[in-house]
């Protein structure tokens, strides 16, 4: 009797930052289809191993020499860890700015060519609510935080660019397992579309420096995917199941900073002198 071989994954093995985090744990389980070996790194605490395909190894993003050994082995990233929320430019520098650039490095060293990077919808946040957008529209950070996603976005192209390195940054809008407010009807992301969009990213081939709004299919969208059709994502949830519950709760009575915006409260948070803003 024949044995029938199992079909390769297409990863030997995937760098996951961020693993700790709400998404990098929903991520941490999904990109075992993808990969022989995920991974899992944090400078906070993560679940222990689960076995040989089910790496741990914490560390801080801050250390160049640090992620340079995270990647040994590795032949794709999906880079989620860092700050993110807006905080003083200090804390974003150091996680954030230094972080992706030194991931970004060390894909460089170790000959890694595919990175999925978490960019943010907040590299976008100072355009009106309601204005539709796509990735070429000019960008409009609504603070440090979206700041330092745009540096990332930069880096991306740069990389590909001078070492063929190729990137899938998701602007992700609000990835929770349920939409928690009116702005998030319009932002929401379920869990099985951002898996299905991380997917997408690290499997089609030639993307170059792809940007692609991380949506689901929600009914008020303002980012349209034009330019990353290609990526062939399809969303297959919507916060519309869960309008009545949103809209059930009471307005307040005075509007809260920044509703106008697309980044919503990030655009009204700051400035962070003498723990002003915090
Ligand atoms: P999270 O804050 O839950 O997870 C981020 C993780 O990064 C944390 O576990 C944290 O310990 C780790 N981290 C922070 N500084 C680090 C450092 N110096 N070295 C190593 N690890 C460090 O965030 P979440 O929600 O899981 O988001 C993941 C990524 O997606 C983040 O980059 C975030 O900016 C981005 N994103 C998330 C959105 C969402 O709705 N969840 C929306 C837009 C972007
Ligand atoms: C983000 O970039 C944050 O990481 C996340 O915590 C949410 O606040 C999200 O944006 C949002 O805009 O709702």
Redesign the pocket.
């Known amino acids: 009797m024949t044995t029938q071989a199992a079909t390769p994954k297409p990863f030997q093995r995937i760098l996951l930052?961020?693993?700790?985090?709400?998404?990098?744990q929903i991520l941490r389980e999904a990109l075992q289809a993808h990969a022989d070996v995920v991974r899992a790194?944090?400078?906070?605490p993560m679940a222990p191993s689960r076995g040989a395909h089910d790496e741990v190894l914490p560390?801080?993003?801050?250390d160049k020499a640090g992620v340079a050994a995270l990647c040994q082995g590795v032949d794709a990233i999906v880079h989620?860890?860092?700050?993110?929320?807006e905080r003083p430019f200090e804390e974003i520098l150091?996680?954030n700015i230094r972080?992706t650039f030194h991931v970004y490095e060390a894909a460089r060293q170790h000959g890694i060519k595919r990175i999925v990077f978490?960019?943010?919808?907040?590299v976008t946040g100072f355009y009106p609510q309601g204005e539709a957008l796509d990735a070429h529209s000019p960008r409009r950070p609504d603070g440090y935080?979206g700041l330092s996603?745009a540096y990332g976005e930069d880096l991306a192209t740069f990389y590909f660019h001078r070492y063929g390195i190729q990137t899938v940054s998701l602007r992700?809008?609000?990835?929770?397992p349920e939409p928690r407010n009116r702005r998030m009807l319009s932002t929401w992301?379920s869990y099985p579309d951002l898996e299905q969009l991380v997917a997408r990213a690290l499997l089609t081939r030639d993307v170059g420096h792809t940007v692609v709004y991380?949506v689901s299919a929600n009914r008020d969208l303002w980012w349209s995917n034009r330019h990353a059709a290609h990526l062939g994502y399809a969303p297959q949830d919507s916060s519309e199941k869960f309008r009545g519950k949103i809209e059930s709760q009471p307005l307040p009575a005075v509007a809260e900073a920044g509703s106008q915006f697309q980044g919503g409260p990030f655009t009204a948070a700051g400035p962070f002198e003498d723990g002003a803003g915090r």
């Open positions: 930052t961020g693993a700790a985090g709400g998404l990098g790194t944090d400078i906070s560390g801080n993003l801050a989620l860890g860092g700050v993110s929320v150091e996680a972080g978490a960019s943010s919808n907040h935080y996603k992700i809008g609000s990835s929770f992301l991380g």
